[in-house]
């Protein structure tokens, strides 16, 4: 599979905070995602092929979805200042993405795929729904030959975000992202536990905080 079209829109339109400039993208290729996942064909491909094509097929649909309703500022809407939890919800189990003649929802890729098939849990750092609280957007793609070090890499760098993860030594308190709730059990299928998992020298009885997640738009201003 060619992976190389999106990796070109990824360094054209995303810079290395992971913010993507979507004013550009949608005023100078507004198709292209749609056009390159259109050429890929399932042909009995590797399990790193597989385990790269979701992850970058998660990505790409939702800057896909969003690229049409842009300006927004979140994928969260409010009505009146209250979250319409009905359209959040549809962004991810609206089953109206096409790849391979067949139509899927992003939950599904995530659930069904990449964490039902993988059993992985550090693909949690790499798909993205264009949120400042969710990891940041990689400008390259995924590519079967380097993915478990990009994953690695992914993680690593999560973790070490003070805007998602930090210890706080003198209260014993874990602040950290509720991506390690939401998802707790793929984390606690490697490490005994989350502050385990984050760093073995936290002291097991070490109490969590989950920090509030931002779902203000992943977005780049125009230079």
């Not at 009995?44 to 998660?58: A, F, G, H, M, R």
């Not at 400008?139 to 973790?159: K, T």
Request: glycine content about 2%; proline content about 7%; overall charge neutral.
């Amino acid at each position: 599979m060619d992976f190389e079209p999106w990796n070109a829109l990824l360094q054209t339109y995303v810079n290395d905070r992971g913010q993507v400039n979507y004013a550009c993208w949608k005023q100078e290729q507004p198709s292209a995602i749609t056009r390159w996942i259109s050429t890929l064909e399932w042909n009995d491909p590797t399990q790193n092929e597989q385990l790269s094509l979701w992850i970058n097929l998660y990505n790409a649909f939702v800057i896909e979805k969003i690229l049409p309703r842009y300006p927004i500022r979140s994928i969260q809407p409010k009505i009146l200042g209250i979250p319409n939890w009905i359209a959040f919800f549809q962004f991810f189990y609206s089953v109206d993405r096409t790849a391979f003649n067949q139509k899927f929802s992003l939950a599904q890729i995530e659930n069904e795929f990449l964490r039902k098939q993988f059993q992985e849990p550090r693909i949690h750092f790499a798909i993205v729904c264009a949120s400042i609280g969710c990891p940041l957007l990689r400008n390259e793609a995924y590519f079967p030959d380097r993915v478990y070090q990009q994953l690695e890499d992914d993680a690593n760098q999560f973790i070490q975000d003070p805007n998602k993860v930090k210890y706080d030594v003198d209260r014993n308190i874990l602040y950290c992202s509720k991506i390690f709730k939401w998802y707790r059990q793929d984390f606690l299928s490697v490490a005994p536990s989350i502050p385990a998992y984050i760093n073995p020298d936290i002291p097991k009885d070490a109490k969590i905080s989950y920090l509030n997640y931002d779902w203000s738009l992943n977005q780049a201003t125009a230079n």
